[in-house]
C-alpha cells in the first residue's frame, strides 16, 4: 500500500517497485486526486511477489508532456517480503 500527495501533469505518474538488484518487479501508472499546480493525494495498493525477504525500493517519477522523457524521479527503500 502506497499512500502519498504529488503535483504532477494531468495528476498521473508512475511507480515501480523495484527488487535487490534493481529490476522492475511491477509498474503502474497512478492518478492522483488533482493535477498540475495543486497537490492531490493518492493511495494505491499493488501486488508483488518476491522468493524471500530483501532490500528494494518504491521508485516515483513523471513523464515529460513535451518528450516523454523521465521527470522528478525519487526512490524510497523498502524491505520487500514475500
Known sequence: RIVGVANVFEATF???IRG??????VKRQVMASCG???WGTFEV??????????????VVYDLS???GG???LRSYPVLLVP
Open 20 to 25: 535487490l538488484t534493481g529490476h522492475t518487479l
Open 36 to 38: 498540475t499546480g495543486c
Open 14 to 16: 508512475e511507480i515501480e
Open 45 to 58: 495498493t499493488i501486488p508483488y511477489s518476491v522468493g524471500s525477504p530483501q532490500p528494494g525500493s518504491v
Open 70 to 72: 523521465v521527470e522528478n
Open 65 to 67: 508532456p513535451k518528450n
